[in-house]
């Protein structure tokens, strides 16, 4: 088990995402209490907390499962998107668009087959009609991006990867990676996980945490 405090920046560049049997279905509400915190954050000028990602790795380097905090990761990804898009110069921005989207053969998130074209195509043609609920709640939400984006100073939009902070943790399995989700929205984030924990019987060793990190979860983040 292992916990790593990153930038979103770092947590794009460094990994490729997968998703699966995951649906779209954040809120305006959602959404723009997300960009209000990346706002709160650039006035302040201080770091802030996103929220716990769960993660384990795949049999191929790098990759990773995302079992916790789908919507906030494919909210993000489609924030970086339309920011990377207000970069002027051509060539910036097509080498922020390869480190932190990857290309259309090599995504850095995925998502499961059934959205993931979609997902893509948004990006450029959003004449594409929708074919169900979650392409939909996609859509809305880039519009709702794009609309606030370009409505307000582009200033701490273009810092605000470097701001934004999230817990990652890679656990060996699904199992101890809901665990942990269990044990952080429960009771907040601990300060130490103790071998031999009786909720978690095959944990090995002991873990510190940072102890002052919120457990304030938006809304179904883990579907």
Same mark, same amino acid.
């Given at each position: 088990?292992?916990?790593?405090?990153?930038?979103?920046?770092?947590?794009?560049?460094?990994?490729?995402?997968?998703?699966?049997?995951?649906?779209?279905?954040?809120?305006?509400?959602?959404?723009?209490?997300?960009?209000?915190?990346?706002?709160? =954050?650039?006035? %302040?000028?201080?770091?802030?907390?996103?929220?716990? &990602?769960? !993660?384990? /790795?795949?049999?191929? @380097?790098?990759?990773?499962?995302?079992?916790?905090?789908?919507?906030?990761?494919?909210?993000?990804?489609?924030?970086?998107?339309?920011?990377?898009?207000?970069?002027?110069?051509?060539?910036?921005?097509?080498?922020? =668009?390869?480190? %932190?989207?990857?290309?259309?053969?090599?995504?850095? &998130?995925? !998502?499961? /087959?059934?959205?993931? @074209?979609?997902?893509?195509?948004?990006?450029?043609?959003?004449?594409?009609?929708?074919?169900?609920?979650?392409?939909?709640?996609?859509?809305?939400?880039?519009?709702?991006?794009?609309?606030?984006?370009?409505?307000? =100073?582009?200033? %701490?939009?273009?810092?605000?990867?470097?701001?934004?902070?999230? !817990?990652?943790?890679?656990?060996?399995?699904?199992?101890?990676?809901?665990?942990?989700?269990?044990?952080?929205?429960?009771?907040?984030?601990?300060?130490?996980?103790?071998?031999?924990?009786?909720?978690?019987?095959?944990?090995?060793?002991?873990?510190?945490?940072?102890?002052?990190?919120?457990?304030?979860?938006?809304?179904?983040?883990?579907?």
């Amino acid at each position: 088990m292992e916990f790593r405090l990153q930038s979103v920046e770092q947590l794009f560049a460094d990994r490729t995402l997968l998703l699966e049997q995951s649906t779209f279905h954040w809120t305006r509400r959602n959404i723009a209490e997300l960009l209000d915190d990346i706002q709160r =954050s650039d006035r %302040y000028r201080t770091p802030h907390f996103l929220g716990l &990602l769960g !993660l384990v /790795p795949t049999t191929t @380097a790098g990759h990773f499962k995302v079992v916790y905090g789908k919507q906030r990761l494919m909210t993000l990804t489609l924030l970086l998107r339309q920011v990377i898009g207000l970069v002027s110069v051509k060539n910036i921005r097509n080498e922020l =668009s390869a480190l %932190y989207l990857g290309s259309e053969s090599a995504p850095r &998130l995925r !998502l499961p /087959p059934e959205d993931d @074209a979609y997902f893509r195509r948004l990006f450029g043609d959003q004449t594409v009609a929708p074919e169900s609920e979650s392409q939909a709640a996609m859509a809305k939400a880039y519009r709702q991006i794009q609309k606030r984006t370009k409505e307000e =100073s582009s200033t %701490y939009w273009s810092r605000w990867a470097t701001r934004m902070q999230v !817990l990652i943790c890679i656990a060996p399995d699904e199992a101890h990676a809901r665990w942990i989700e269990h044990l952080h929205f429960a009771r907040g984030t601990p300060r130490r996980l103790r071998e031999r924990d009786p909720e978690c019987p095959t944990m090995q060793g002991h873990l510190d945490i940072l102890p002052f990190f919120p457990s304030r979860r938006p809304a179904d983040d883990g579907a």
